[in-house]
């Protein structure tokens, strides 16, 4: 079967099956099977309970964190400089704006300037006899690869044509804009987003910007907090505040009861499922950046071990590990240390060969993706071949 084929077959096969399949489930389950395929984020929200970018819930089932904090302190606490807690700001409370004043780029015919004062930040772009500003609502993206910028400009959501990118410590095109030349200075100041798309973009950068199957952008929590993974919490404190714990805890999505799949899935909703990307079309290197994509690629997930999810090797309240040997000790639970153990239940992974330390650092390269001038962890766990292509 060709690529395009299988993309097609999941498209019109397996998308629909799977949402036969989550429509199915009753209300009040709990994912205690394990479906046998990654299912697209547009057909898992279609089932019943919580699920990332859902928007359903209503404002007021929303607590905020200083209420998950009265009982989970450590979680909330660590959280709060997590990357996820920091997937956005408003523009203003923005530490790579602050910390440069103003930002300049010359991308011809265009000179592009964010400057900024005590409660604003413009963007603004000249052709050199006519220029054309807007001031930028949100900064998306933490930063430590970019950080894109939203604004408004005729009643409508734009994403700027220029983003901040770490590794040049200014700007450049966004990833995803074409290269060409605008035609005028509105198309050079960025891209109109349609509601749609707005919506999906805050979903997945902030907290409860659609409640009750409305977009407020006007209500909406900066980064990505308890309530926008575990679901809104009023009717879970309410009920634990009056003593009844079990149903306080099916009020609140616990991410550990999750099959395997889904909960690789949950993470896609936001990081691209492997549904999403074969139905997108994501090919080549740009889909580096998808990990749920990549890891569901990789041999060790074809072997079934129900360990392997994205949550084996990240907590997503903590910062996130950088150094290679950090993630030894979750290879070597399910890989044996040496060459001459055989392998258990508990071990079913060959030992490397070569040994086992930093073994992220063979097995998961890293790839440069030249627009976004950074280079990503691949997490399509196999032993790269010198010379090969990019596994797609």
């Not at 997930?301 to 950090?326: F, I, N, V």
């Not at 280079?375 to 766990?381: G, N, P, V």
Request: charged letters at 20%; aromatic letters at 8%.
């Amino acid at each position: 079967m060709t690529y395009l084929q299988h993309r097609i077959w999941c498209t019109i096969v397996v998308a629909p099956l799977a949402a036969v399949f989550l429509l199915s489930i009753p209300a009040d389950a709990q994912w205690s099977v394990r479906p046998g395929i990654s299912v697209a984020t547009d057909d898992r929200v279609q089932a019943p309970g919580w699920w990332p970018t859902k928007g359903t819930a209503r404002r007021v089932d929303f607590v905020g964190t200083a209420q998950c904090a009265k009982c989970h302190e450590k979680q909330a606490i660590a959280h709060i400089t997590a990357p996820m807690a920091q997937a956005s700001a408003p523009a203003a409370y923005s530490q790579i704006l602050q910390a440069a004043d103003p930002f300049s780029a010359e991308l011809a015919p265009f000179r592009y300037t964010l400057s900024r004062t005590a409660v604003t930040v413009t963007y603004s772009v000249t052709d050199r006899s006519t220029s054309l500003s807007a001031p930028v609502a949100w900064a998306f993206g933490l930063g430590r690869k970019g950080q894109t910028y939203i604004y408004q400009h005729n009643g409508a959501f734009y994403e700027s044509r220029l983003s901040f990118y770490r590794t040049l410590q200014g700007l450049d095109l966004t990833t995803g804009h074409d290269s060409a030349t605008p035609d005028d200075l509105e198309s050079a100041l960025g891209r109109p987003l349609d509601a749609d798309e707005t919506r999906r973009c805050f979903a997945c950068h902030t907290t409860a910007s659609t409640t009750a199957n409305r977009f407020d952008p006007s209500h909406v929590t900066p980064g990505i907090t308890c309530e926008a993974c575990h679901g809104p919490g009023a009717k879970h404190v309410a009920a634990m505040k009056s003593g009844n714990i079990e149903d306080g805890r099916r009020a609140i999505l616990n991410l550990s009861r999750l099959s395997p799949i889904a909960s690789v899935d949950f993470c896609g909703a936001c990081h691209r499922t492997w549904a999403d990307v074969l139905q997108g079309g994501f090919t080549g290197i740009a889909n580096v950046r998808f990990q749920p994509y990549r890891l569901e690629n990789s041999r060790c997930w074809r072997k079934g071990d129900a360990r392997l999810t994205c949550t084996a090797c990240h907590d997503p309240h903590q910062q996130l590990g950088l150094e290679a040997g950090s993630y030894d000790e979750r290879c070597l639970a399910c890989h044996a240390a040496t060459p001459a153990a055989k392998p258990t239940r508990d071990h079913p992974g060959a030992a490397c060969p070569v040994g086992k330390n930093s073994c992220v650092t063979c097995h998961m390269p890293p790839v440069e993706f030249p627009s976004m001038h950074a280079t990503f962890t691949d997490h399509r766990i196999r032993i790269p071949r010198p010379g090969e292509p990019y596994p797609n």
